[in-house]
């Protein structure tokens, strides 16, 4: 089926300002992770769901950050308040039965930027 | 906690072989191998478990050595393809999230 899909592609936002990111995981793919890459950087991971929870919320940077996803289906990553730093590009992933032996599958990422 | 990957960048001729190995500071279950080209996601090219066993495709190989705690990717014959940075993602042992951490990545780049 359809891979990955992430909306939107860009965006482009004032500092202080609110923004929304969104992620459609493979149909059927119980587990969905967020991250986020700095220009030239690794990958830094964010949070976890399995199912509608998220059971690892660890890497957030800040209570401007927040996401809910809604069964086990669509993913939103909120950001409050935008800073320049949190310019990067956002990607999702999602991994099928949740067993270790499966990977995640990226989506093509929204790149933000602060300005 | 962040795999360590070495080297950092890596300048090879059409045809030559790479070596690229990640080390971690904790016991493995699994290493994910994925290849990123400029502007885009990351792409996956494989996966190695516990014990050995290897999955994935394309002409890469890849060993696990868990009493060392570290993974190598072999690329061999390289081509203008393989460009791009390659990063590791490691699965701990107890990793009840089957969360990967991913490495600090290894720039390739192939030139005719």
């Known amino acids: 089926g359809a891979g990955v899909s992430q909306s939107p592609s860009n965006k482009v936002t004032e500092k202080g300002k609110d923004v929304e990111l969104r992620c459609d995981p493979i149909?059927?793919?119980?587990?969905l992770y967020w991250y986020r890459q700095r220009l030239g950087q690794g990958l830094e991971f964010l949070i976890y769901?399995?199912?509608?929870?998220?059971?690892?919320k660890s890497g957030l940077p800040s209570d401007r950050f927040s996401a809910e996803r809604t069964g086990e289906s669509v993913s939103t990553l909120t950001i409050q308040r935008t800073q320049q730093e949190d310019s990067a590009v956002y990607l999702c992933?999602?991994?099928?039965?949740?067993?270790?032996?499966?990977?995640?599958?990226f989506g093509p990422g929204t790149r933000l930027t602060v300005l | 906690q962040q795999p360590v990957q070495s080297p950092q960048a890596v300048i090879l001729r059409e045809g030559e072989d790479a070596v690229i190995n990640c080390s971690s500071s904790?016991?493995?279950?699994?290493v994910h191998w994925y290849r990123q080209k400029h502007g885009e996601a990351p792409v996956f090219l494989m996966i190695?478990?516990?014990?050995?066993e290897q999955k994935g495709h394309e002409k890469i190989s890849a060993s696990f050595n868990e009493k060392k705690q570290q993974s190598s990717l072999y690329l061999t014959a390289s081509q203008l393809s393989y460009s791009g940075t390659y990063f590791c993602g490691t699965e701990n042992y107890g990793g009840a999230t089957n969360k990967l951490i991913f490495g600090t990545g290894t720039l390739l780049a192939v030139q005719p």
């Open positions: 190695l478990l516990k014990g050995g």
């Open positions: 992933a999602s991994r099928g039965t949740g067993w270790i032996q499966d990977t995640q599958y």
């Open positions: 904790k016991a493995l279950y699994s």
């Open positions: 149909s059927g793919h119980t587990a």
């Open positions: 769901f399995q199912g509608n929870s998220a059971p690892d």
